[in-house]
């Protein structure tokens, strides 16, 4: 069954800009948070920004102010836009739904992740 449906990412020079998009299941998307968490090699997972229903959005501290995330409730899906990248934000970044999305072992599902690669 697939919970998620990722899409956006890719290669992109120091300074640019990607988008990423995680339409959810009926199931997944009923959940409380979605958001995304991010890996880099040799890395421990990440916290890049999550949004609960009612629209409140938490980041993680090396993103704020550069990334911008957002849902479209009839579409079920969720945005990232990421904006001003650096090298270090070169990551698989995945999508996640939970009850609570604090940390990863709180998250209910993960997409299959979308690779990010910013370029110096």
């Known amino acids: 069954q697939v919970l998620f449906a990722e899409s956006g990412g890719g290669s992109v020079q120091a300074g640019g800009s990607l988008s990423l998009s995680c339409r959810g299941s009926g199931s997944i998307y009923s959940l409380n948070y979605m958001g995304w968490y991010r890996q880099a090699p040799g890395k421990q997972r990440e916290l890049v920004a999550t949004i609960n229903r009612r629209g409140t959005s938490n980041y993680g501290d090396s993103v704020k102010g550069r990334f911008t995330i957002s849902r479209d409730d009839a579409q079920k899906t969720v945005y990232l836009e990421m904006n001003s990248l650096k090298p270090e934000d070169t990551a698989v970044y995945y999508c996640?739904?939970?009850?609570?999305?604090?940390?990863?072992?709180?998250?209910?599902?993960w997409g299959q992740g979308i690779q990010v690669t910013v370029n110096s």
């Open positions: 996640a739904a939970g009850l609570e999305l604090d940390t990863p072992a709180q998250a209910t599902a």
